[in-house]
């Protein structure tokens, strides 16, 4: 390991002896490179389906070895990361659990929690623990090839624990998350779902439903999209991420994901009313507005 | 006058002796930038409304001089640019040609083309002459004090020169957007403005919506816009785009626009659709088809 990508701000510890991540991706790949770097944990086992994908990530130095068998891959582990499409979530964690140390720490990082925290408080029972966490990081990108080993830092980890969860586990799961990088809140996993419809699920919609009007029209012959400037690539941006992953997100925040259609449909219903009326005023108003609302978004991120 | 902000690839040939830059913003300056750096004007007037933006136009390099006075600013001009919110294309014209050369080449820079060729035709006689451009090289930033020398380097210029255009006039003009390095296409003014509402127009009435159907909003007293990444930053922030320049867009090209805005609800509804219904196949169809148009336009442009 080069001596420039350790971390010397502050002594590491280690919080979990052997940390086996299911479904090695930008996520699961990009934890196993930021812990492995940091000494969090003191190896990390990768599982899943595509032997490609896994020999990937043990070439980045994603994982320090692999198993496509449930049994080989979870032995002995204190520490179980679930980073799958969410509506895999629950049959990976049962595939691993039993082989996995007593007393493990079960996490997922999926974008929707009310139904996965759910499922996986009913599986794992004590001395095993589940902590739901989100951690915003994700790009339209995917795969062990585009993990990082800084794509957690400064970002946003929402963890959803309950009365159920166990405190002693919360905790080192903070420390983890806290060690790549990010900052933390907890909240109730309806609250995190109805705020990630809006502000993530909602735009991939939009992105996609984007580029599925523009595609396959053509004018006098011409692809329109030959014609895009920069609008259109960063608005469309997010329609590259997996569908699969993005199919699951939807219909496991199904009434959330509908509701933000619903409300961003009425906005546009009304931007469409003005330009139809030819109300110079309204125009004005509804534009200045969302500019407005765009540029404190700006601030607050930078 | 740097030598390393000169192009060496071939000699520059003066096209014009005395361009005015009306509208000296960010498509304005960029060109002031870029032909003065080139040698491709022999001065450049900036023309405008605020004293402020014109002393940064200035200080910056954009124009050799500027005026609030039509008659002032216009005087012996050859070239007219006319860089202002397409509403008011006319109007700016309309000001200043009656103090230009007699044989001054006017030509706009405006995101619809229909209604202002329909305009200047009628404005700008010979041994005037107009011809229609639309440089595709915006971005949400506006000003003199965003405009950059190499903004058009490698984009599109669209011209939609008529039967009544000059021939002589049109080749100069090519020569003016080929010398800040821009391709160039020729077609019918209705063509660009139904391929634009879609590729540009839309993919705003979209950025706009979206943001405000999020601002405004609390989830148990947070603000969503606190809780965004990566992809609701990109897909609203043409969002940050000049509200007046862009309701001017959307009027001037009312039907093509919402021909767009409806083609896109069309294709939101069809997922809302799959989203309800709990479609997986349906939305692991549409979704893939998506992503996979979008993979299209990143090889396009890279």
């Given at each position: 390991?080069?001596?420039?990508?350790?971390?010397?701000?502050?002594?590491?510890?280690?919080?979990?002896?052997?940390?086996?991540?299911a479904?090695v991706?930008?996520?699961?790949?990009?934890?196993?490179?930021?812990?492995?770097q940091?000494?969090?944990v003191?190896?990390v086992?990768?599982y899943?389906?595509?032997?490609?994908?896994?020999?990937?990530?043990?070439?980045?130095?994603?994982?320090?070895?692999?198993?496509?068998?449930?049994?080989?891959?979870?032995?002995?582990?204190?520490?179980?990361?679930?980073?799958?499409?969410?509506?895999?979530?629950?049959?990976?964690?049962?595939?691993?659990l039993?082989?996995?140390?007593?007393a493990?720490v079960?996490i997922?990082?999926?974008?929707?929690?009310?139904?996965v925290v759910e499922?996986?408080?009913?599986?794992v029972?004590?001395?095993?623990a589940?902590?739901?966490?989100?951690?915003?990081a994700?790009?339209?990108?995917?795969?062990?090839?585009?993990?990082?080993?800084?794509?957690f830092?400064?970002?946003?980890?929402?963890?959803?624990p309950?009365a159920?969860?166990?405190?002693?586990?919360?905790e080192?799961?903070?420390?983890?998350?806290?060690?790549?990088?990010?900052?933390?809140?907890?909240?109730?996993?309806d609250?995190?779902?109805?705020?990630?419809?809006?502000?993530?699920?909602?735009?991939?919609?939009?992105?996609?439903?984007?580029?599925?009007?523009?595609?396959?029209?053509?004018?006098?012959?011409?692809?329109?999209?030959?014609?895009?400037?920069?609008?259109?690539?960063?608005?469309?941006?997010?329609?590259?991420?997996?569908?699969?992953?993005?199919?699951?997100?939807?219909?496991d925040?199904?009434s959330?994901?509908?509701?933000?259609?619903?409300?961003?449909?009425?906005?546009?219903?009304?931007?469409?009313?003005?330009?139809?009326?030819?109300?110079?005023?309204a125009?004005?108003?509804?534009?200045?507005?969302?500019r407005?609302?765009?540029?404190?978004?700006?601030?607050?991120?930078?």
């Amino acid at each position: 390991m080069p001596a420039g990508s350790l971390r010397t701000e502050a002594p590491t510890v280690r919080l979990f002896d052997r940390m086996v991540v299911a479904g090695v991706g930008l996520i699961g790949g990009s934890l196993g490179l930021a812990a492995r770097q940091r000494s969090l944990v003191g190896e990390v086992v990768g599982y899943g389906r595509g032997e490609e994908n896994l020999a990937t990530a043990l070439a980045r130095g994603a994982v320090d070895r692999y198993s496509r068998c449930a049994a080989e891959a979870a032995r002995g582990a204190d520490l179980l990361v679930v980073a799958v499409p969410v509506r895999s979530t629950r049959a990976v964690v049962a595939q691993l659990l039993p082989h996995a140390a007593a007393a493990v720490v079960v996490i997922d990082a999926g974008s929707v929690k009310g139904p996965v925290v759910e499922a996986l408080e009913a599986l794992v029972s004590p001395p095993a623990a589940f902590v739901g966490c989100h951690p915003i990081a994700g790009t339209e990108l995917s795969g062990a090839a585009n993990a990082a080993a800084d794509l957690f830092e400064g970002q946003l980890c929402v963890l959803t624990p309950t009365a159920r969860t166990d405190a002693r586990a919360l905790e080192r799961v903070r420390s983890l998350w806290e060690g790549v990088g990010m900052r933390l809140e907890s909240m109730a996993a309806d609250d995190h779902d109805r705020l990630l419809a809006l502000v993530s699920h909602l735009p991939h919609a939009v992105a996609y439903a984007l580029i599925a009007a523009i595609e396959g029209e053509r004018v006098g012959g011409r692809d329109p999209l030959a014609y895009s400037g920069g609008g259109l690539r960063d608005t469309t941006r997010i329609a590259a991420s997996p569908a699969e992953m993005w199919r699951d997100i939807f219909l496991d925040n199904r009434s959330e994901a509908l509701r933000a259609i619903d409300r961003f449909a009425a906005a546009l219903a009304r931007l469409r009313d003005g330009v139809e009326r030819g109300d110079a005023g309204a125009l004005d108003g509804d534009l200045g507005r969302a500019r407005a609302a765009r540029s404190r978004l700006k601030e607050r991120r930078s």
